[in-house]
């Protein structure tokens, strides 16, 4: 099993929710958020002595998924959010080592779905 979190765009959330639904995915956890990237939230080059950071508002969506979807789940993600632009966000994916549903006990693939 994987764990997905990506960072995008909020205008792209709801366009990827529901490709990943489509994929097959059967949760997602979102959250907004503000961060930075490597233009640290400026859209210029920096070319002064001195510049500011500037936290730009995100989404953030955390999606666990077996390991055989998790590739599609990617893919998926930056076929959505691409814009081509400096700030279309990133996608982070670790290993994930237990799932629980709390109210049945399941584990793992069959608490994925
Ligand atoms: N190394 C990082 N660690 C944690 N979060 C990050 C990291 N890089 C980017 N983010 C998050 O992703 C958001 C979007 O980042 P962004 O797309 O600007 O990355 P980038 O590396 O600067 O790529 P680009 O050059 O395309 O802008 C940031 O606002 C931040 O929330
Ligand atoms: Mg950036």
Redesign the pocket.
């Known amino acids: 099993m994987r764990m997905i979190t990506a960072?995008i765009r909020p205008h792209k959330y709801e366009e990827l929710r529901d490709a990943l639904i489509a994929l097959g995915i059967e949760g997602i956890t979102v959250t907004q958020?503000?961060?930075?990237?490597?233009?640290r939230?400026q859209t210029e080059i920096y070319r002064g002595a001195e510049y500011n950071v500037a936290?730009?508002p995100?989404v953030?969506i955390d999606v666990a998924v077996s390991a055989a979807l998790a590739e599609k789940a990617v893919r998926e993600i930056e076929r959505v959010a691409n814009t081509g632009?400096?700030?279309?966000?990133?996608i982070?994916v670790q290993p994930l080592e237990q799932v629980i549903r709390i109210r049945t006990g399941e584990t793992n693939e069959t608490a994925l779905g």
């Open positions: 960072i958020v503000s961060g930075f990237g490597r233009q939230g936290e730009v995100k953030r632009k400096i700030g279309d966000g990133k982070f």
